[in-house]
């Protein structure tokens, strides 16, 4: 999508601080953090959200989250602990309609969230 932000992102028009790509996926960290690592993980194909996904997206979902495990090690927070996060719809809180993955860390984060 040409307006989406996560797609600009991708194609590079605009700044982020990126800490992993392939061609596959994106990862960068978040501009609002809400923990002092909040690293996103995107697809580079253009899914709104997890409603959108069917069982042709389940190897790209499955290597999303080996890179979310190995985010949190170049963060240095898997040995404390970290929360991967996937927002679906807006009540749920999400604002960009680019699937995404939030990896939170470095700090005790409470439950329940939200």
């Given at each position: ?14 700044p ?13 960290d ?85």
């Amino acid at each position: 999508m040409s307006d989406c932000i996560f797609c600009k992102i991708i194609r590079k028009e605009i700044p982020a601080r990126i800490i992993y790509e392939d061609d596959e996926v994106l990862a960068f960290d978040d501009i609002r953090p809400q923990a002092p690592v909040h690293t996103l993980i995107i697809p580079r194909k253009h899914l709104a959200s997890l409603k959108e996904i069917g069982q042709e997206e389940a190897s790209l979902l499955g290597r999303i989250l080996i890179r979310a495990a190995e985010i949190a090690r170049l963060k240095g927070i898997d040995h404390s602990g970290y929360r991967v996060v996937v927002n679906t719809g807006p009540d749920s809180g999400q604002e960009v309609f680019h699937i995404h993955f939030h990896v939170l860390g470095g700090r005790r984060l409470g439950w329940p969230p939200g």
